[in-house]
């Protein structure tokens, strides 16, 4: 699966998705883009957008869009590290169109 990490998602949970090739937004020279921007570019080439912005589900209508979201409601990596494994689960579980919010 190729998974997008948003600006405000931390970087050392890349390490941690083996098995899938995963860009950030910073990577992607998309730093500056912003929600409906990101979506956008994100669903041309990736499968998932890992994000921390709790307010991306308010904001934009996700209903018609073609790429699979995960909120996280943890944006700390210390906070997020024993989770991992649950993550990791969750991103090979996710649901063919929609999002996710964890924990």
Same mark, same amino acid.
């Given at each position: 699966?190729?998974?997008?990490?948003?600006?405000?998602?931390?970087? &050392?949970?890349?390490?941690?998705?083996?098995?899938?090739?995963?860009?950030?937004?910073?990577?992607?020279g998309?730093?500056?883009?912003?929600?409906?921007?990101?979506?956008?570019?994100?669903?041309?080439?990736?499968?998932?957008?890992?994000?921390?912005?709790?307010?991306?589900?308010?904001?934009?209508?996700?209903?018609?869009?073609?790429?699979?979201?995960?909120?996280?409601?943890?944006?700390?990596? &210390?906070?997020?590290?024993?989770?991992?494994?649950q993550?990791?689960?969750?991103?090979?579980?996710? &649901?063919?169109?929609?999002?996710?919010?964890? &924990?």
């Amino acid at each position: 699966m190729r998974i997008l990490l948003d600006n405000c998602t931390p970087r &050392p949970l890349k390490s941690f998705l083996t098995g899938h090739e995963v860009k950030t937004a910073m990577e992607m020279g998309w730093s500056a883009l912003m929600n409906g921007e990101l979506l956008n570019a994100a669903e041309r080439e990736f499968d998932l957008l890992i994000t921390c912005d709790r307010n991306l589900r308010y904001q934009q209508n996700l209903t018609q869009r073609t790429i699979r979201l995960l909120i996280l409601t943890i944006g700390r990596w &210390p906070a997020l590290l024993p989770l991992d494994p649950q993550i990791g689960m969750l991103v090979n579980n996710m &649901p063919e169109r929609g999002f996710v919010e964890f &924990p």
